[in-house]
Nanobody, 129 residues
């Protein structure tokens, strides 16, 4: 049984940083794509950052250069380092995993939320002065 548990959400001021973590169990980090999605006020859940086979990465345009996705296979943990946070980054952040194997991040990004079978419960990020 796949279980994903996010942590690290908090309230920060604009320009601040946060690191989100996602602890996974029952899932093969090496073969499958993993990602971070978010729900912001007034918008549907959208992909933020994806990591694929060989640790390829893909990002939404709105976070490129500010967010970094990474994974620690030894500890089955996915991370999202978020720097220079903006108020529009406010939302609930979800960790997600797909059953697609041996795929590059750019391909897994095209799957959208429908392509991800496993989800965490979400963690709240609030960016406000």
């Amino acid at each position: 049984q796949v279980q994903l548990q996010e942590s690290g959400g908090d309230s920060v001021q604009p320009g601040g940083s946060l690191r989100l973590s996602c602890a996974a169990s029952g899932y093969n980090f090496d073969r499958n794509c993993l990602g971070w999605f978010r729900e912001t006020p007034g918008k549907e859940r959208e992909g933020v950052a994806i990591i694929g086979t060989s640790r390829t990465t893909s990002y939404a345009d709105s976070v490129k250069g500010r967010f970094t996705i990474s994974q620690d296979n030894a500890n089955n943990t996915l991370y999202l380092q978020m720097n220079n946070l903006k108020p529009e980054d406010t939302g609930i952040y979800y960790c997600a995993a797909t059953t697609v194997q041996y795929a590059a991040a750019w391909y897994c990004f095209t799957l959208g939320r429908e392509g991800y079978a496993y989800w965490g419960q979400g963690t709240q990020v609030t960016v406000s002065s």
